[in-house]
């Protein structure tokens, strides 16, 4: 399909069935009953990709969001262990759920990201199915408003799994019109020119080495300087659910995991600027002091995405130097 006929579709298919302006009436403080996910919410066009089900306020700027992890997936890992790229989006998630949801911002400006870090239990790894469903509390705080709405704020998240806590995350994000979003991102702002700006994916980096079994997964290439390319695939129907003007957040996330090709216990990031689909990106990997506690087990490594000779995201992530055995699902991280 080209490609002005898919963001018009994705346009049109988000907007669907949205409410007004006004948003959803409960607002920011304590909701009744729970209240059902609608794909558009959560900035998702295909309605399978909506991990999040439930949500509702349980207090001033406090909610419970109830999510639910699919039975079987062509990207995550599911069955016995959390998916660290799993809980990135459920988490991910939440943010545009509870801006249009619970504090009315409209559908069509944007939402920023600026840091994200998650921290996963050692009941996460523990080799026993809990089921689907994964229950969120949520606090929102550090919020500061333009008017009557964010301008940014801050989550944390509490994730449980079968009743037991199995992560903690942590996120903060700014929030822009549609026009202010257009004028500072310029000659970038047309998703549509910038998908047809990107040059073809390069080929994957061997599968071993990154946690993937399937060469469309792989989000790094080959050698390039003192790293490897980022592998920018527009057409992957995971990480573009629909057209962007950027390479997407999670996609940025999903490198520093395979980069350190371990299984990834803890991350804390940084989007320091967008990368952009018209320039090389190269994926640079550097170690850091031992882990938490000495434990011998674990190393941590600094992640770098490095676009025209500036770093446009870092992470620091904490893994374990074998991967965990899978056991179900494609990711073998």
């Known amino acids: 399909m080209p490609v002005c006929n898919e963001l018009d579709r994705a346009r049109d298919e988000l907007d669907r069935g949205r409410p007004g302006d006004a948003g959803h009436p409960g607002g920011p403080g304590t909701d009744g009953g729970a209240v059902p996910v609608e794909p558009w919410q959560v900035h998702k066009l ?27 997936h062509p990207l995550y890992r599911v069955g016995a262990e959390l998916d660290p790229l799993l809980l990135c989006e459920t988490v991910r998630q939440v943010f545009p759920l509870l801006c249009h949801a619970a504090y009315d911002v409209p559908l069509g400006h944007q939402l920023i990201w600026e840091r994200f870090r998650y921290d996963l239990h050692d009941a996460a790894f523990a080799g026993a199915d809990r089921g689907p469903v ?4 949520v606090r929102c705080f550090d919020l500061s408003y333009r008017g009557k709405r964010p301008a940014a704020l801050s989550l944390r998240a509490d994730v449980g799994w079968g009743g037991v806590r199995v992560a903690t995350a942590e996120t903060r994000f ?3 019109s549609r026009a202010v979003y257009q004028r500072l991102r310029g000659a970038h702002a047309d998703a549509e020119e910038a998908i047809a700006s990107a040059e073809p994916a390069p080929a994957p980096a061997p599968y071993t080495r990154t946690g993937r079994d399937r060469a469309a997964d792989v989000v790094l290439a080959g050698p390039a300087g003192d790293g ?8 992957h129907p995971i990480y573009f659910d629909h057209p962007v003007d950027h390479v997407p957040g999670m996609l940025l996330l999903e490198a520093a995991h395979q980069a350190v ?10 989007f320091r600027r967008y990368v ?20 011998p087990e674990r190393t941590r490594t600094r992640v770098t995405a490095v676009q025209d000779g500036e770093a446009r995201f870092t992470a620091d992530v904490v893994s374990c130097s ?3 055995p899978q056991e ?5 991280r």
Do not use: K, M, N
Not at 134 to 137: A, G, V
Not at 328 to 332: E, F, L, N, Q, T
């Open 46 to 72: 295909h309605a399978d990709e909506v991990y999040l089900t439930h949500w509702r306020g349980t207090g001033p700027d406090a909610f419970h969001i109830r999510a639910r992890r699919p039975d079987r």
């Open 134 to 137: 994964l229950d969120l509390e």
């Open 174 to 176: 700014t929030v822009q």
């Open 228 to 235: 490897r390319l980022l592998r920018v695939d527009p057409g």
């Open 261 to 270: 090709g371990g299984a990834v216990r803890s991350l804390d990031c940084t």
């Open 276 to 295: 952009e689909f018209d320039a090389p990106c190269t994926v640079v990997t550097a170690p850091l002091d031992s882990g938490p506690d000495g434990d």
């Open 322 to 324: 074998a991967p965990v």
């Open 328 to 332: 179900s699902g494609r990711a073998a």
